[in-house]
């Protein structure tokens, strides 16, 4: 059984910093492609990063060179580094395969960025 576990989220003021993790179980992050996406209040959930089996990066325009997607295979864990944060990184986010499948979605970690 997959189990993804968010975390890492808060409440940071804009341009300040915050690291997500997601730990894997059931799944090895490593052999598939992942990523993080985040649904803010009223709009629909969206991809952020991606982080292809081979190590291959994409990141969504609007988080280009702000956000640093990363994978430990040790620890069969994803992170993304959040730096430069804007009231509109707002959102809760989720780490998934990519394309991400249904059953797969974890809690969520709420990240907050207040002006």
């Known amino acids: 059984q997959v189990q993804l576990v968010e975390s890492g989220g808060g409440l940071v003021q804009a341009g300040g910093s915050l690291r997500l993790s997601c730990a894997a179980s059931g799944f090895t992050l490593g052999d598939y492609a992942v990523g993080w996406f985040r649904q803010a209040p009223g709009k629909e959930r969206e991809g952020v990063a991606r982080?292809?089996?081979?190590?291959?990066?994409s990141y969504a325009e609007s988080v280009k060179g702000r956000f640093t997607i990363s994978r430990d295979s040790a620890k069969n864990t994803l992170y993304l580094q959040m730096n430069s944060l804007q009231p509109e990184d707002t959102a809760v986010y989720y780490c998934?395969?990519?394309?991400?499948?249904?059953?797969?979605w974890g809690q969520g970690t709420q990240v907050t960025v207040s002006s």
């Open positions: 998934n395969g990519w394309p991400p499948r249904d059953d797969y």
């Open positions: 982080i292809s089996s081979p190590g291959f990066i």
